[in-house]
């Protein structure tokens, strides 16, 4: 019992002195300003804080403190700043806060929590604030702008590349751009390009090598950040792979070449043995006749043994005529 009657006597022994804490102090912390008003991404800007005695006692002290600001948000000075000099009635004076927004920051409205700190060493009044302020971001828009094949009309088994042409008409700037393009080949399915500003494009160079003929359908990722975040796009090219090319024609042409020349190189050696040989019989003393029976070339052997059995054939109808009339 004793003790309830001495906690309820301090409670009324503090909330007296507050009460007359409060009486006779005032002060208000207010945004001044915020330059530019308009912020972007990765930009800095400055934040300026009224601090104005309202009362009618000098408070000992003062402070104003950022709580908790957003991650995104870069901070230069320190977050508790002592305030002095509010030594008369509407005494003002004006703080600063250097900030900049990081390349990551999120568009939108941000907001940081403030606490106004004053009175004597022993007893403070805590006025609670709050700072607000909007992130301008731009956004960047995506798309294929060209592609090509190399070779232009692929055909079995060749190696391809495929050139994607990424185009940025959007007003933000894409970071991190990578294309994704999930075909069944083997080979490269990912391309990097990077960062696009607005209005610049860039090439993907994928290279594959195509195993079978036929239209294809390939899905096509585009992935990237911008000031809203991460972002992917989503659409479809077609390559059209041609059957390959029979090479019977190209089998057929070469071996009928090398039959030809090795008919060529065998006639040669033939004809050059033969006149080696006539030539050796002149050396040796052998007649012309003797010479004449050679037989050079085998071509010629041929034509007397058809001019032979073309005699042989004249000479028996001849016989038979002969033995008929008789």
């Known amino acids: 019992m004793k003790k309830e009657i001495l906690f309820l006597l301090v409670a009324i022994f503090l909330v007296s002195n507050v009460s007359a804490l409060n009486e006779g ?17 990765d930009e800095e800007f400055t934040i300026g804080i009224q601090i104005e005695n309202c009362g009618a006692k000098i408070p000992e002290y003062v402070s104003f403190e950022l709580l908790n600001p957003p991650t995104d948000i870069e901070i230069k000075e320190p977050l508790v700043r002592n305030i002095s000099n509010l030594n008369y009635g509407n005494s003002e004076r004006f703080i600063t806060y250097h900030m900049k927004t990081t390349d990551d ?15 004597e060493e022993k007893y403070s009044l805590i006025n609670d604030y709050e700072i607000s302020f909007n992130v301008i971001g731009e956004k960047a828009e995506l798309s294929i702008a060209s592609l090509k094949t190399e070779p232009v009309l692929p055909t079995e088994e060749e ?7 990424i185009e940025n008409t959007g007003d933000g700037t894409a970071k991190s751009v990578s294309i994704y393009a999930d075909h069944s080949f083997k080979g490269l399915k990912q391309s990097f390009i990077g960062a696009l500003d607005s209005d610049e494009d860039g090439p993907a ?11 294809f359908e390939i899905p096509v990722t585009i992935s990237y950040k911008d ?13 059209s792979v041609l059957k390959k090319k029979s090479n019977l024609g190209g089998i057929f042409f070469s071996i009928l070449i090398i039959a030809v020349l090795g008919w060529g190189v065998y006639y040669f050696i033939k004809t050059k043995k033969s006149k080696d040989k006539i030539i050796h019989q002149l050396l040796r003393g052998e007649t012309k006749e003797e010479i004449k029976k050679i037989k050079v070339p085998e071509i010629k052997e041929n034509r007397r043994e058809n001019r ?4 042989k054939k004249e000479r028996r109808k001849k016989e038979f005529l002969k033995k008929y009339k008789k």
């Open 205 to 215: 160079v994928l290279t594959f090598i195509v195993d079978k003929e036929g239209e």
């Open 25 to 41: 102090y005032c002060v208000t912390a207010e945004v001044s300003d915020i330059s530019p008003s308009s912020i972007g991404v």
């Open 308 to 311: 032979k059995d073309k005699e």
């Open 105 to 119: 920051a999120q568009p939108g409205t941000h907001i940081i929590k403030t606490r106004l700190s004053y009175g």
């Open 227 to 239: 000031d809203f975040g991460e972002n992917e796009i989503t659409t479809i090219v077609n390559i």
């Open 159 to 165: 190696t391809v590349e495929l050139t994607l042409r």
